[in-house]
């Protein structure tokens, strides 16, 4: 990207003249940010990136590469210091593995002293030191999170977190593989930057994307059936933790962010992990989420997470996030059937939220498949009428919030010559018990939000339901 004067990087605009953006600070994703590694990895075919005990005959080293670009880069009093200190230890790759705990010693004394001026360097270097010991860097990786999480909460400095969050993407990109298997030791450094502590919003979504890319492994076919619903189960966890108080919101959207950009992947689409994150979202839901009178705090977090990527994909990207959806649907209707529950009846009006929200949210524009939505809304449908009495005894159940709204919604965004064969089934179902308590209501929402279609949906049923209660 071309510079300005002011020496920022400004972006260009294809095929368009005009004025560059003079803005003082690009935010860039960290999804992006973790794509363009490899590029930036000039040493990445020059030796491998792991390092044996017993082999160390390459002698290639990042740190020391690093320590002599920034020789020429940046000359402050501590930079300079700190360089001095470091030349001597950073000869070759053996001498670094000889002495990593004092060349970690020399990075916590340095970066603990917060001076802006030799930041930069500092955590672009530390993060080259991770990268030539690969493995071997574990009994550094907590303390040199704390540092990096430390400035990035601390210091509001716009291009001090950006340099924080640079560190953050490298460290975790080079640890990856070291990280994975179990997350919860990572999430616990980074959940104070998420919310868990009082923090500023950008602050939260910063830390959110960072972790990201590690629930993103998670979601790998060699972790999804360990690590990703043990870090899952984990969050949620830690998030019931803090019910009630001041931090809760902050930390609540925190993971909601966490969750939804581990699913997105480069422009529009879903990452490859995406389905199976989504759907270990549902998976850990237990009994005692189902149980409560309020709508519990998980099931709000995979609606928030389902809104985010709805707003991120396009018709041709969100399917197969929908397909999720679509089978827990159709798993809440099997269970609800085998067993009527309280508990099985709460988990089927869940999954009718979810589909109203993916009918709704920019309009429907990203369903590009109707009829298995409408199917999945009918057959959940068809199994409350058979169990009206359990709906009757229930009516702590919200059911017009998750079932009937749903439905409403579904009705105005639908292509009308879909939706033309499953409009009897639907008013037959509303207009009988257990759901006809709420039919009036559903009349008047749907009049209002669209009254054409009512007129040529609902109307004939609302006229004949009033001729009936006259009689």
Same mark, same amino acid.
């Given at each position: 990207?071309?510079?300005?004067?002011?020496?920022?990087?400004?972006?260009?605009?294809?095929?368009?003249?005009?004025?560059?953006?003079?803005?003082?600070?690009?935010?860039?994703?960290?999804?992006?940010?973790?794509?363009?590694?490899?590029?930036?990895?000039?040493?990445?075919?020059?030796?491998?990136?792991?390092?044996?005990?017993?082999?160390?005959?390459?002698?290639?080293?990042?740190?020391?590469?690093?320590?002599?670009?920034?020789?020429?880069?940046?000359?402050?009093?501590?930079?300079?210091?700190?360089?001095?200190?470091?030349?001597?230890?950073?000869?070759?790759?053996?001498?670094?593995?000889?002495?990593?705990? *004092?060349?970690?010693?020399?990075?916590?004394?340095?970066?603990?002293?917060?001076?802006?001026?030799?930041?930069?360097?500092?955590?672009?270097?530390?993060?080259?030191?991770?990268?030539?010991?690969?493995?071997?860097?574990? *009994?550094?990786?907590?303390?040199?999170?704390?540092?990096?999480?430390?400035?990035?909460?601390?210091?509001?400095?716009?291009?001090?977190?950006?340099?924080?969050?640079?560190?953050?993407?490298?460290?975790?990109?080079?640890?990856?593989?070291?990280?994975?298997?179990?997350?919860?030791?990572?999430?616990?450094?980074?959940?104070?930057?998420?919310? *868990?502590?009082?923090?500023?919003?950008?602050?939260?979504?910063?830390?959110?994307?960072?972790?990201?890319?590690?629930?993103?492994?998670?979601?790998?076919?060699?972790?999804?059936?360990?690590?990703?619903?043990?870090?899952?189960?984990?969050?949620?966890?830690?998030?019931?933790?803090?019910?009630?108080?001041?931090?809760?919101?902050?930390?609540?959207?925190?993971?909601?962010?966490?969750?939804?950009?581990?699913?997105?992947?480069?422009?529009?689409?879903?990452?490859?992990?995406?389905?199976?994150?989504?759907?270990?979202?549902?998976?850990?839901?237990?009994?005692?989420?189902?149980?409560?009178?309020?709508?519990?705090?998980?099931?709000?977090?995979?609606?928030?997470?389902?809104?985010?990527?709805?707003?991120?994909?396009?018709?041709?990207?969100?399917?197969?996030?929908?397909?999720?959806?679509?089978?827990?649907?159709?798993?809440?209707?099997?269970?609800?059937?085998?067993?009527?529950?309280?508990?099985?009846?709460?988990?089927?009006?869940?999954?009718?939220?979810?589909?109203?929200?993916?009918?709704?949210?920019?309009?429907?524009?990203?369903? *590009?498949?109707?009829?298995?939505?409408?199917?999945?809304?009918?057959?959940?449908?068809?199994?409350?009428?058979?169990?009206?009495?359990?709906?009757?005894?229930?009516?702590?159940?919200?059911?017009?919030?998750?079932?009937?709204?749903?439905?409403?919604?579904?009705?105005?965004?639908?292509?009308?010559?879909?939706?033309?064969?499953?409009?009897?089934?639907?008013?037959?179902?509303?207009?009988?018990?257990?759901?006809?308590?709420?039919?009036?209501?559903?009349?008047?929402?749907?009049?209002?939000?669209?009254?054409?279609?009512?007129?040529?949906?609902?109307?004939?049923?609302?006229?004949?339901?009033?001729?009936?209660?006259?009689?």
């Amino acid at each position: 990207m071309p510079v300005n004067n002011s020496g920022r990087i400004v972006k260009t605009r294809k095929g368009k003249k005009g004025t560059a953006h003079q803005k003082n600070h690009r935010w860039e994703s960290f999804t992006t940010k973790i794509s363009k590694l490899n590029s930036l990895d000039p040493i990445r075919r020059v030796r491998r990136h792991d390092i044996d005990t017993e082999d160390l005959s390459a002698t290639t080293s990042y740190l020391r590469a690093g320590l002599d670009k920034w020789a020429e880069l940046n000359m402050s009093e501590g930079f300079i210091m700190f360089s001095r200190e470091m030349s001597d230890l950073t000869e070759s790759l053996p001498q670094i593995v000889h002495s990593e705990d *004092k060349i970690m010693g020399l990075f916590v004394t340095y970066i603990e002293k917060r001076e802006r001026e030799s930041l930069e360097p500092l955590l672009e270097l530390l993060t080259d030191f991770a990268h030539d010991l690969g493995a071997r860097f574990e *009994k550094h990786y907590p303390k040199s999170l704390e540092l990096i999480t430390s400035i990035a909460g601390m210091l509001q400095d716009v291009a001090v977190i950006e340099w924080s969050f640079t560190s953050l993407a490298f460290m975790f990109k080079y640890l990856s593989k070291l990280l994975v298997p179990d997350l919860r030791p990572t999430y616990d450094l980074m959940a104070p930057l998420l919310g *868990k502590q009082r923090q500023k919003p950008h602050i939260a979504r910063f830390a959110a994307e960072a972790m990201s890319f590690l629930i993103k492994k998670a979601g790998a076919p060699a972790h999804r059936s360990t690590s990703l619903p043990l870090i899952v189960e984990y969050a949620k966890k830690d998030l019931q933790s803090i019910q009630g108080t001041k931090e809760f919101g902050l930390y609540y959207h925190g993971l909601m962010t966490l969750f939804a950009e581990a699913m997105k992947g480069n422009g529009l689409s879903v990452h490859t992990t995406g389905p199976a994150i989504f759907k270990s979202l549902f998976l850990a839901l237990e009994e005692p989420d189902l149980e409560s009178r309020e709508s519990s705090v998980w099931m709000n977090v995979i609606c928030g997470v389902l809104t985010s990527i709805i707003h991120h994909c396009s018709s041709d990207t969100f399917p197969e996030v929908l397909d999720v959806a679509l089978e827990n649907a159709k798993t809440s209707v099997e269970l609800f059937q085998q067993d009527p529950s309280k508990c099985s009846l709460r988990r089927l009006l869940l999954s009718a939220r979810v589909l109203g929200i993916a009918a709704g949210v920019r309009k429907g524009t990203r369903v *590009k498949t109707w009829t298995g939505l409408l199917m999945a809304m009918a057959s959940a449908l068809k199994a409350i009428t058979k169990h009206s009495n359990l709906v009757l005894e229930n009516e702590d159940m919200d059911v017009w919030n998750y079932l009937i709204l749903s439905i409403s919604i579904a009705f105005q965004y639908a292509p009308m010559d879909t939706l033309i064969t499953f409009i009897s089934p639907f008013m037959d179902s509303l207009t009988k018990d257990p759901l006809m308590t709420w039919f009036l209501t559903f009349c008047s929402y749907f009049s209002e939000v669209d009254a054409e279609r009512f007129r040529s949906i609902a109307l004939p049923y609302f006229r004949r339901s009033v001729h009936f209660s006259h009689i």
